[in-house]
């Protein structure tokens, strides 16, 4: 059970990273807009900050997209999970085992019944 409690945390943690890498694009996007236009007019020891503002908006930008990135979203979490369990017990059960076997003679068997009464 504390597997499911962990998927859900860690999907609201990718989407938490991906409002947060939003918000530092929109804020990285501004901050540069504001200093093209303001450039000329940006006193000399207020450039340095300036420059320190992108730096710090480009690695929250960079580093929150990367993980975000890497995280799966819930819905693909629970199907990872979800498939995982169902090959770990097909690959335990040996009645599991045969069913696909028997799945695809039934339909071989079936397919060939349909083109007989075609013909």
Do not use: H
């Amino acid at each position: 059970m504390k597997e499911l409690y962990w998927l859900t945390t860690l999907g609201s943690l990718g989407e938490a990273l991906s409002i947060i890498a939003t918000t530092a694009g929109v804020l990285l996007v501004t901050i540069l807009i504001a200093g093209v236009i303001a450039w000329p007019d940006i006193k000399e020891e207020d450039k340095p900050l300036y420059k320190k503002r992108v730096k710090i908006a480009w690695i929250i930008w960079g580093i929150a997209t990367l993980i975000a990135i890497a995280i799966p979203s819930k819905e693909q979490l629970y199907i990872i999970y979800g498939v995982g369990g169902t090959i770990d017990y097909i690959k335990e059960n040996p009645t599991a085992k045969q069913l696909p076997d028997k799945c695809i003679k039934v339909l071989d068997k079936w397919a060939n019944e349909q083109l007989k009464e075609e013909k």
